[in-house]
């Protein structure tokens, strides 16, 4: 199925996620899908790709309602989350805006989630034994829908979409979230 990009006409466009990168129509440039499908960890390609300074630097961590797609997703129990962003940084010019989404239920028996600091979440993860990674959706995300514009926030000219991936982990069958938005600089 193809899916072509059209900025719906509401204020808050909700993101369209396939599991198949080829489903968009105009396809992702390729450096934009090189990033997209890295089945490792994001910090260690920005760190191969970035020739300066990398850092990760934390936007805002809080409570906030969950979207019923996302409860859907994460199969949580109740419509609250622990959200975590970040942005990687490459010689300090944003190049990946991550959003992680921890429903009550994950936080009550993963407190530590709420520890990371300016740790990567990614490499925390993969060194939790039995660990369960979903599979990789991907979206183009249009102008003005809500993780576009957290992604973005206050950023002057901005691009007409943006592309991202998510994919759901399950700790002790416990889910959470991860969305990375690809910001112009990671795939300039």
Known sequence: ???????????????????????????????????????????????????????????????????????????AAGSAAFVREIELTCDGRPWVFAQTLIPQATLARQRWLTTLGRAALGERLAAVPGIERGPLEYARLAAGGRLYRRALRERPDPPAALWARRSWYAIEGHRLLVQEVFLPESHA
């Open 1 to 75: 199925m193809n899916r072509s990009f059209a900025a719906k006409s509401d204020a808050h466009p909700v993101p369209s996620w396939t599991g198949r990168l080829d489903d968009w129509l105009p396809a992702a440039p390729a450096a934009a899908a090189a990033w997209l499908s890295e089945p490792g960890l994001l910090t260690e390609r920005l760190r191969t790709c970035c020739r300066g300074e990398t850092a990760l630097v934390v936007v805002s961590e809080a409570e906030a309602p969950l979207a019923a797609e996302d409860v859907a997703l994460l199969r």
